[in-house]
């Protein structure tokens, strides 16, 4: 484009390089920058906003400055490193992402954000002579996990330092950009709400497709399309009428006829509407696999006219170094013959080769549908036609929870590729589950808040020490974005208070003044509910509690009686349990039900009512097990005794306390007048206020330097365990501060104790991994096991340490660290050791469940990084050497492929 006069100097060279003009946002953001200020853009997916950051990197270049753009994930850091170097070129740019170091010094250098944040700690000459900062996908700040790392460098950064932030469209960017006012000064908030391709919404119910909104709908008023409310009734009455008709019918109730149209099918459709590229989103890994197994069996072909060529050698280029005898174990030529027929599965358990080769296949177009789950939606370039939704329901790491608005925008934000298509597809598939009035309600919401997820851990607190000091630590806390939004919260709750204190004013008038008598009568009443909640509350945790020890305390083999809901019965312990607080021992009821039965099931303590032989080895998960067992249960001669009955007796009937407070109630001279139950019902609504109004004061206290109190626990551990030592770091705590990891304490701890001594590199790497490694189910395995004897002796000290920081961190109040996990032990050491990938693929993962390639190349990363970080910071020089030794002896095959 020609430069436009209206533009600033800079902004029209640069706006000369490009092939569109820009939008007035970015017009906006643009001049801004130039004029000096910091900039924070909020706008949706595909709308442009990378363009602000990409003059951030020309202003930078033209002032002989540096620019660093940050990106949350390695495969964006390892895209904009490819748009930037095919602008700039290769000696102008680098890249640094733990994984990958090229070109460092260069004066554009694109990086993962933690990387940044870990040189700002290190004080790296790096930072010299920088200029501006991108901070791409920000909203990230709103990550439990890593969102901390993006604040840190808001708050870090030099305040010369130009900022330029990238976000998501969320509902409070003014009240974000009012904290960058604070904290950097000058900021401009530039917020534009409209997509580039205008987006369509759609249900489609079997075969047939209906817009979502009526024509007539407007902003003030949500219509869902008559037309797809008529067909929806008139097919449920169809089903309803069929069923009752005397087909055959399950349990509760008429049998559901509707099915919902097979995946090949709907994809067909697609294809017939020209909705075609598109992405299906499936919440599960399985989902996305079974999906893309059922149209290979259907014969769906949508490669048309692809250049098979042209597909082979993309998927050469990016698996041409793979070891061929890992191939069979990969699913490499199921997976390549999909691609050929235009079809793919994107999920992070895929080998991340794989994953790379699906985006470059699907961007070029020669891959047209894609099963993903949600993770694709989180900043990966990929972006189609159509996005089909199967289900508005997904798991959310504790249960299955509905879609957010937020959630159901980012997803549908990928339909509609900028410069491609003139409007974008988001298809729903409809359900009998399925309320359209909801997903009209998703689709409308336009309210997404960013709320900070900050708060200080070990290495931050400790960096913080050793930069600024103690005071100044807390001073810089107290000017995070969380702390900024709690104390924007207390206007609100100081306000309630406020006004509930003039309330009660008035109220203790009505009752004769403060000093009254009916004030003191109605303090007594309150006293008295007061004692008696407690003493139910007790009564209930003395129950639980003996429970609980009932339940510890049984064995396997034990029959016992469930007392309690659709379990009801006799019941075998087949695995005991004795985790503390909240023991599920598993259990074989009478009635063939297998599974873990918990303190609830048993109205009073669960005890022994006699013992049955088990065989050494029990699969319950085996139909033919379950009967067999069954059938020895009941053939016990045991029985459940007659359903036992809790004591009813009322709590505290004979607590002196109580007591005496009752009698001071009848003897109070306003027990005996005759108002007295008029007064009353002023009485409890001046207690209800009071109650309600001391409520708001705690809040106040709790939210008040919520984060600089979290921090001094934090200092006070930190002190008793010589990391810090009369404000001053020590030798040990300068160590921790340059561990980067979620255990960072722990890792810290077992350097210092020499807990690693004595371990080959394959044996550290298994037991590293019990500080890293995660499990996808519930609760991960913990237990001192292993397969050397080195490494269980290990494992069992660094699980004995971590014990002992946690009792630690309940003493100061402070959030207990993770626990180790062994899943990945036999996996890693396998695979350290030189074994092939099945075999360490069948030694890892969760309860007998193998991992899949991408999530075992992903946890063989993750513990290279700690491996990584042991070498460089272990004082032992020979656990320093075993560390390098086992990250090279892991870096190998599949883990040395694509390793971005």
């Known amino acids: 484009m020609r430069p436009n006069a209206s533009l600033t100097a800079e902004l029209s060279r640069f706006a000369a390089q490009l092939t569109f003009e820009l939008d007035p946002f970015q017009r906006q953001a643009c001049t801004a920058l130039e004029e000096g200020h910091g900039v924070l853009v909020c706008a949706p997916t595909g709308a442009g906003k990378t363009v602000v950051g990409e003059f951030a990197v020309h202003l930078a270049l033209a002032s002989g400055g540096k620019c660093f753009y940050t990106t949350p994930i390695k495969a964006l850091s390892n895209q904009k490193f490819a748009d930037l170097t095919a602008r700039y070129g290769r000696e102008r740019v680098g890249l640094l992402t733990g994984d990958q170091s090229i070109n460092p010094d260069a004066p554009v250098v694109v990086m993962t954000t933690e990387v940044l944040r870990n040189m700002i700690y290190a004080s790296s000459d790096t930072l010299r002579s920088l200029s501006h900062v991108v901070m791409d996908e920000v909203h990230y700040l709103a990550d439990r996990f890593r969102g901390a790392v993006w604040e840190e460098v808001i708050l870090h950064l030099s305040p010369e330092v130009r900022l330029v932030s990238l976000s998501a469209t969320v509902s409070n960017a003014e009240e974000f950009g009012a904290w960058m006012e604070t904290v950097r000064g000058n900021t401009a908030v530039v917020v534009d709400e409209t997509r580039p391709v205008p987006l369509w919404q759609h249900v489609m119910v079997g075969r047939r497709m209906f817009d979502l909104f009526d024509s007539e709908s407007s902003d003030q008023r949500v219509l869902v399309d008559s037309d797809l409310v008529r067909f929806i009734k008139q097919r449920e009455n169809a089903d309803r009428m069929e069923s009752w008709g005397g087909g055959p019918r399950g349990r509760g109730g008429p049998r559901r006829f509707f099915r919902p149209l097979p995946r090949p099918e709907v994809l067909a459709r697609l294809d017939e509407e020209g909705l075609l590229p598109a992405i299906t989103f499936i919440f599960s890994r399985a989902g996305c696999d079974g999906a893309l197994a059922q149209c290979l069996r259907s014969g769906l072909d949508l490669g048309g006219s692809s250049d098979p060529e042209v597909v082979d050698a993309i998927i050469e280029k990016h698996t041409g170094e793979l070891p061929r005898a890992d191939l069979e174990v990969l699913g490499y030529w199921e997976w390549r013959e999909a691609l050929h027929r235009g079809l793919a599965a994107h999920h992070a358990g895929m080998l991340p080769a794989f994953r790379h080769t699906v985006e470059e296949l699907f961007v070029k177009g020669l891959v047209r549908a894609v099963f993903a789950t949600e993770t694709l939606a989180l900043g990966i370039n990929m972006p189609a036609r159509t996005v089909v939704l199967e289900r508005l329901v997904k798991f959310n790491g504790e249960t299955h929870a509905e879609l957010t608005p937020g959630e159901y925008t980012q997803l549908t934000g990928r339909a509609g590729r900028r410069g491609i298509d003139v409007e974008g597809h988001a298809v729903v598939l409809w359900q009998p589950e399925v309320d359209t009035s909801a997903v009209a309600g998703l689709a409308s919401t336009r309210t997404y808040p960013l709320r900070s997820s900050f708060k200080p851990g070990y290495n931050m607190s400790i960096n913080l020490i050793d930069r600024l000091g103690a005071e100044e630590a807390r001073l810089l806390l107290e000017r995070s974005f969380a702390q900024f939004q709690a104390d924007r919260s207390v206007v609100g709750l100081v306000r309630g208070i406020e006004r509930n204190e003039g309330q009660l004013r008035k109220l203790a008038a009505q009752l004769g003044g403060e000093d009254g008598d009916f004030l003191e009568y109605f303090g007594l009443r309150e006293r008295i509910k007061q004692r008696e909640r407690q003493l139910n509350q007790q009564t209930r945790t003395d129950r639980r509690t003996a429970g609980v020890a009932a339940l510890t305390e049984l064995r396997r083999g034990d029959v016992i009686a469930i007392g309690a809901g659709r379990r009801a019965g006799l019941a075998v312990i087949l695995e005991p349990d004795a985790t503390p607080g909240d023991p599920r021992p598993l259990v074989l009821t009478e009635d063939k039900w297998a599974g873990r039965v918990s303190v609830a099931d048993f109205p009073v303590p669960a005890q022994p009512l006699g013992r049955m032989r088990l065989?050494?080895?029990?699969?319950?998960?085996?139909?033919?097990?379950?009967?067999?067992?069954?059938?020895?249960?009941?053939?016990?001669?045991?029985?459940?005794?007659?359903?036992?009955?809790?004591?009813?007796?009322?709590?505290?009937?004979?607590?002196?306390?109580?007591?005496?407070?009752?009698?001071?109630?009848?003897?109070?001279?306003?027990?005996?007048?005759?108002?007295?139950?008029?007064?009353?019902?002023?009485?409890?609504?001046?207690?209800?206020?009071?109650?309600?109004?001391?409520?708001?004061?705690?809040?106040?206290?709790?939210?008040?330097?919520?984060?600089?109190?979290?921090?001094?626990?934090?200092?006070?551990?930190?002190?008793?365990?010589?990391?810090?030592?009369?404000?001053?770091?020590?030798?040990?705590?300068?160590?921790?501060?340059?561990?980067?990891?979620?255990?960072?304490?722990?890792?810290?701890?077992?350097?210092?104790?020499?807990?690693?001594?004595?371990?080959?590199?394959?044996?550290?790497?298994?037991?590293?991994?019990?500080?890293?490694?995660?499990?996808?189910?519930?609760?991960?395995?913990?237990?001192?096991?292993?397969?050397?004897?080195?490494?269980?002796?290990?494992?069992?000290?660094t699980i004995a340490e971590w014990s002992r920081l946690r009792n630690d961190e309940s003493e100061h109040r402070l959030a207990p660290s993770r626990e180790p996990d062994l899943g990945f032990v036999g996996g890693i050491y396998k695979w350290a050791r030189g074994d092939a990938l099945a075999d360490s693929l069948l030694a890892s993962g969760d309860q007998g469940t193998p991992l899949s390639a991408g999530d075992f190349v992903r946890w063989c990363r993750q513990v290279i990084d700690l491996l990584d970080q042991i070498n460089s910071n272990a004082d032992d020089t020979e656990v320093a050497g075993t560390a390098a030794k086992a990250v090279r002896a892991i870096r190998r095959g599949v883990v040395a492929v694509d390793a971005a």
């Not at 001669?637 to 009698?663: F, N, Q, V, W």
């Not at 108002?675 to 009485?683: K, N, P, S, V």
């Not at 004061?697 to 979290?710: D, I, P």
């Not at 550290?764 to 500080?771: D, G, H, N, P, R």
Request: charged share 30%.
């Open 615 to 797: 065989p050494r080895r029990v699969d319950h998960r085996t139909a033919r097990t379950r009967r067999d067992l069954a059938s020895a249960l009941r053939s016990t001669g045991i029985t459940a005794p007659h359903r036992p009955r809790r004591d009813k007796r009322a709590a505290g009937a004979d607590d002196s306390e109580l007591g005496a407070l009752r009698r001071a109630l009848r003897a109070h001279p306003a027990h005996t007048r005759a108002d007295r139950e008029q007064l009353a019902r002023i009485g409890e609504r001046y207690n209800r206020v009071a109650r309600e109004t001391e409520s708001m004061r705690q809040k106040v206290a709790t939210t008040t330097n919520s984060l600089a109190r979290t921090f001094d626990r934090i200092v006070g551990l930190l002190e008793e365990r010589g990391f810090v030592h009369e404000g001053e770091v020590t030798g040990d705590g300068r160590r921790l501060a340059r561990i980067y990891a979620e255990s960072d304490l722990l890792v810290a701890e077992c350097l210092r104790q020499g807990l690693w001594r004595g371990l080959g590199p394959a044996e550290l790497a298994a037991v590293v991994s019990v500080l890293v490694y995660e499990s996808r189910s519930e609760g991960g395995y913990l237990g001192a096991t292993g397969p050397t004897e080195p490494i269980r002796r290990a494992v069992a000290a």
